[in-house]
């Protein structure tokens, strides 16, 4: 029997296999890990892996429709496990991962917590040359900052006050774990492009009741983007909205970003109540985080 639920979407990502790697060799207990990736890319630079806890869906990365759509199709394979892991395709563990998160879970439930979700921004690994640097662990404590992203998003620092896990106002999607029911509750929505994704989630998981939190140790590793990198470097990054990638298809990407930014604003501002849980509104939300999600639901997003 399986306990952890493992999505990772990936697209065009070299780091893949060792993210998978990590996950697997890792885990105290990889038989009890299932993983499920959805690889977008050229059919020829499909990676395999041969293990049986493992699923590969491929699609061609022009048929790619978007995050949200990846993880929406890696939501279709859940089986039921108690609990899921959500990462990134660029990521490293920590050894004994899985009894880590579920000695997590177990202290936030022991204090009456029916329901819950983890989330942080993992700390930094860089790759230059071929060669992995590990940064120094840290505690993550998910903060709020003003942006003109539907207002504000996460921000996050070294944090080491904390030896429980504590309340968290956001949920972050590249490292998320908590009740596979998550995946039922709030499954992904295909037509979110990319922004609004995170609060999506966040607010879907906190109106169906789900309490949310930041771990208190270190659990896993990110490969950063380098926005200060030169030209040269970050026209190699695999981006799905890259021009000589989006081009080859018939939606582009502004087309879906402008129709998930209208969905979004539909739900935030109540058109949508069917898309939200019932257990929490998202004025209660907006009073757990001190302020409002949208200002002017006309405002741009």
């Keep these: ?24 060799l890792n885990a105290r207990r990889p038989e009890i890990v299932r993983i499920v990736v959805c690889q977008q890319d050229h059919p020829d630079r499909f990676i395999t892996y041969n293990h049986p806890n ?19 199709q890696i939501c279709k394979r859940y089986l039921d496990e108690p609990y899921f892991l959500q990462l990134d395709s660029h990521m490293a563990l920590v050894k004994n991962w899985d009894d880590i998160i579920l000695e997590q879970i177990s202290v936030v439930k022991s204090k009456g917590h029916a329901k819950v979700i983890f989330a942080a921004y993992p700390t930094t690994y860089t790759l230059k040359n071929g060669e992995r640097t590990f940064y120094n662990p840290y505690n993550p404590r998910t903060v709020l900052r003003e942006d003109n992203v539907f207002k504000f998003h996460t921000g996050t620092g070294g944090d080491n006050n904390f030896n429980e ?16 029911t998550f995946y039922v509750d709030c499954g992904y929505d ?19 009741g789900y309490d949310l939190f930041n771990p208190s140790i270190h659990i896993s590793w990110h490969l950063y983007k380098d926005w200060s990198a030169s030209k040269e470097d970050r026209d190699s990054w695999p981006l799905h909205y890259k021009e000589e ?15 998930s930014k209208n969905k979004l604003i539909e739900i935030f501002s109540g058109m949508r ?27 741009n997003c």
Excluded at 56 to 72: E, I, K
Excluded at 190 to 201: K, Q, R
Excluded at 250 to 258: A, D, G, L, T
């Design 190 to 208: 295909p037509e979110i492009y990319f922004e609004g994704e995170e609060l999506l989630n966040t607010v879907k998981a906190f109106t169906h």
């Design 1 to 24: 029997m399986y306990n952890f639920f493992v999505s990772i979407a990936s697209y065009k990502d070299p780091e893949l296999r060792f993210t998978i790697d990590s996950v697997l």
């Design 273 to 299: 109540p069917e898309k939200l849980g019932t257990i929490r509104t998202i004025q209660d939300y907006e009073s757990y985080i001190g302020r409002a999600i949208l200002k002017n639901k006309n405002d």
């Design 54 to 72: 493992v699923e590969l869906l491929n699609f061609n990365y022009v048929d790619s429709q978007g995050v949200c759509w990846a993880r929406n």
């Design 165 to 180: 896990p504590i309340p968290s106002p956001y949920l972050n999607a590249g490292f998320m774990f908590g009740d596979g």
């Design 245 to 259: 990638d989006d081009r080859l298809r018939e939606i582009r990407h502004w087309e879906r970003h402008n129709k």
